[in-house]
């Protein structure tokens, strides 16, 4: 027995914990992975050989050129992601506008109501321009 040395992994708990511990480390790492190369495409600033340097830089050696493009533009990575959620913000706040200044069946409903309620159209022409607009 005094010969014999004991492993952190001999024992149950230890080893459950190096096995969460090494996934959590891949699952950062994959997430990393993908945080640059989604920012090398995103990146306006570079130009197509640029990116395609990095890109290949980033693939055939991944931990180092992962580790050197943080190292050189990590810095902006964060202004250039906010940037792009302010981008993809006013897209869809200017669909939104768009969508509800075009009104809708319901406002043309309210619409003809008015003119019915006015006398400017009768009975039938509300109808049939009641039916065109559901249909």
Do not use: C
Not at 40 to 47: E, G, H, I, K, Q
């Amino acid at each position: 027995m005094e010969g014999q040395q004991i492993l952190a992994y001999d024992y149950p708990l230890l080893g459950a914990f190096w096995t969460v511990m090494w996934i959590f480390l891949w699952v950062m790492w994959f997430l990393l992975l993908f945080r640059v190369i989604t920012d090398v495409f995103r990146d306006d600033d570079l130009t197509g050989w640029a990116k395609a340097a990095w890109l290949i830089f980033v693939l055939v050696v991944p931990f180092l050129g992962v580790l050197v493009y943080v190292i050189v533009r990590g810095r902006k990575m964060g202004t250039r992601e906010i940037r792009h959620a302010q981008e993809r913000q006013t897209a869809m706040d200017n669909y939104i506008r768009e969508t509800a200044g075009k009104g809708g069946s319901a406002t043309e409903l309210a619409k003809l109501s008015e003119l019915k309620a006015k006398g400017d159209i009768t009975e039938a022409e509300f109808q049939r321009a009641k039916e065109k607009i559901l249909h």
